[in-house]
């Protein structure tokens, strides 16, 4: 006799609440599928009532992973614009708490190398994910002859995940904390439109 759906669905947020946790501190290849089902307090042979393969499993929890962070990064920023909105949201990512968490809000910095070697599926998810992302972003920063708003928001994307990357793995060196401080000046200026045509 099956489990009834509700204690079905609890138990696969269950598997992708550990996986996503060991995921950004290990990244994929460094969670088996035993070491999550343990961690989810599970046995490794309900796996695959949940997921047809470990690949199955790191899409959604990647989706999953992305998806949380954007609406956390995005929280109560609704009515600001320009290089207010972007001061906001920078000073979220990147700064010394997310820096040096043992377990990294953002699942990026420790799952990039293994999405790159990953298959098409993977690589599909952080493509819609991230698009997700910077069409919010987008609507919050200004567009001129310089620069469309998505070029933008691209920009300081890949502005906030490289330093962040590059700022934990420098960690304990003077250099961590200027690449932040940095960055943040730097996605600042980008969304800045005060200087037209110059």
């Known amino acids: 006799m099956g489990h009834p759906p509700e204690q079905k669905q609890a138990t696969h947020e269950r598997i992708l609440e550990a996986a996503g946790l060991l995921f950004r501190r290990q990244g994929f290849a460094g969670a088996s599928v035993e070491t999550v089902m343990k961690a989810a307090g599970l046995t490794v042979g309900g796996f695959y009532a949940h997921f047809g393969s470990k690949q199955a499993l790191l899409v959604e929890s990647l989706s999953r992973m992305l998806a949380g962070r954007r609406a956390e990064w995005l929280r109560d920023l609704d009515d600001l614009k320009g290089p207010e909105w972007v001061s906001h949201f920078v000073r979220r990512y990147l700064n010394r708490t997310h820096r040096d968490a043992e377990?990294?809000?953002?699942?990026?910095?420790?799952?990039?190398?293994?999405?790159?070697?990953?298959?098409?599926?993977?690589?599909?998810?952080?493509?819609?994910?991230?698009?997700?992302?910077?069409?919010a972003m987008a609507a919050h920063l200004p567009r001129d002859e310089r620069a469309s708003a998505r070029e933008r928001a691209l920009a300081t994307y890949a502005l906030c995940v490289g330093a962040l990357s590059l700022a934990r793995a420098t960690s304990g060196t003077p250099l961590s904390d200027e690449l932040l401080a940095a960055a943040r000046r730097a996605s600042v200026l980008l969304a800045d439109d005060s200087k037209k045509g110059s």
């Open 103 to 135: 377990t990294p809000m953002c699942p990026l910095p420790a799952v990039m190398s293994d999405v790159v070697r990953g298959d098409a599926g993977l690589k599909e998810t952080l493509a819609r994910e991230m698009d997700a992302t910077v069409e």
